[in-house]
């Protein structure tokens, strides 16, 4: 399984990054983890085709990683000509809030695609969906956006990824993480509580309880980004716009397994 960091930023641009997007290919399925407003342009940027994506998962319904959409649906019709099917997974209500956003940014433009099919599912707690080879698991997480926000758990061909979307700490994140090779978890925050999402003082307080070897963290806002810096776990990382990570080459060092002791 391969994952492109299609936008590692927050809402608000802080950084200069972009909104939220995971590209993850395997055996030629590719699909997206969220898609926030600058999704087709970090995939013009990082050389990838959207008639090439079978299915776009979202965690939950803020615009910074849903709006995209929009987008990408009028791209499809009008400037890629796509022809083959589309499947959109998201929580309750996605489908509804899709069509709301279309209609509030281009007037006309929620009427279902005519070349090709748009089918939407809605997430089942702790239910996997296959979806173009992937198995998505969904956890509940806490991130007040209208809808239930989940967390994910990703697998193909005996990878495991895992993302936490948008949310506070809860111990889903375990969960979804259990053992994965590669947890991208936002961290919004430096220093203590944030509602709704989760600070560095808090992440690093639960690193014991981690499983995951790798961990990217992403969605920093500005005091987080210029804190990075003085962070030093060797299981760490922190995700950049157009990084590429090989999630099965993961598995191979067991760095985490020391580092967790520490
Ligand atoms: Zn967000
Ligand atoms: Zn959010």
């Not at 209609?103 to 939407?120: D, H, I, R, T, Y």
């Not at 979804?176 to 992440?203: M, R």
Request: hydrophobic share 40%; glycine share 10%.
């Amino acid at each position: 399984m391969k994952l492109t960091v299609l936008g590692s930023g927050d809402a608000f641009g802080a950084g200069g990054r972009l909104q939220t997007s995971l590209h993850l290919s395997a055996s030629k399925n590719q699909i997206l983890v969220d898609c926030g407003a600058t999704t087709l342009i970090a995939m013009a940027r990082s050389g990838l085709d959207p008639n090439e994506i079978s299915t776009v998962v979202v965690t939950h319904l803020h615009g910074d990683h849903f709006s995209g959409l929009v987008w990408f649906l009028l791209h499809a019709q009008h400037i890629a000509k796509r022809t083959t099917p589309l499947t959109i997974i998201g929580p309750r209500g996605m489908q509804e809030r899709l069509a709301t956003a279309s209609e509030a940014l281009f007037p006309g433009s929620s009427k279902p695609p005519q070349a090709f099919a748009v089918e939407f599912f809605e997430h089942a707690e702790a239910t996997p969906r296959v979806a173009a080879g992937f198995r998505i698991t969904p956890f509940e997480v806490r991130h007040p956006s209208g809808a239930p926000p989940y967390c994910l758990r990703i697998e193909s061909g005996g990878s495991v990824f895992a993302f936490s979307g948008d949310t506070e700490w809860t111990d889903a994140l375990l969960q979804a993480s259990s053992d994965a090779d590669v947890f991208i978890c936002e961290c919004f925050g430096c220093e203590g509580k944030l509602p709704g999402h989760i600070t560095w003082q808090t992440f690093s307080s639960k690193l014991a309880d981690i499983t995951a070897r790798r961990i990217y963290l992403t969605h920093m806002g500005r005091d987080m980004l210029d804190y990075r810096g003085d962070i030093n776990d060797p299981r760490v990382h922190f995700a950049e716009d157009g990084l590429v990570i090989d999630v099965a080459a993961a598995t191979m060092p067991l760095q985490g397994a020391a580092t967790r002791q520490g």
